[in-house]
């Protein structure tokens, strides 16, 4: 399983950005995608999934109303949709893949991409 994150970037406070996750080599479609950030100095915490078969989504309290997961199945791609940014949004935005297990815990990992919120 492969997993490519991109859209990152530096946006004024008040602005919107859109992340992109690419995935492929997965065997079923039993599988969720879920969005992860992690902001200087502080842990990796997960903020939204969309599950690939049933589209059923999760988001953490931190970002309901702001950001919005989706999926486009036939171009295997999974995006976060991010609006309303505020500065505490900076952090290093990671998409991971969990098969058969809960999106918290996921088996695989993409790279990051910086998300930079200017005040």
């Known amino acids: 399983v492969q997993l490519q994150a991109s859209g990152g970037g530096l946006v004024q406070a008040g602005g919107s950005l859109r992340l992109s996750c690419t995935a492929s080599g997965f065997t079923s479609d039993d599988y969720q995608i879920g969005w992860f950030r992690q902001a200087p100095g502080k842990g990796r915490l997960g903020i939204a999934c969309i599950g690939h078969s049933d589209g059923r989504t999760y988001y953490d309290r931190s970002v309901t109303g702001r950001f919005t997961v989706s999926s486009d199945n036939a171009k295997n791609t999974v995006y976060l949709q991010m609006n309303k940014l505020k500065p505490e949004d900076t952090a290093v935005y990671y998409c991971?893949?969990?098969?058969?297990?809960?999106?918290?815990?996921?088996?695989?990992w993409g790279q990051g991409t910086l998300v930079t919120v200017s005040s």
């Open positions: 991971a893949a969990s098969v058969g297990s809960s999106w918290y815990q996921p088996d695989y």
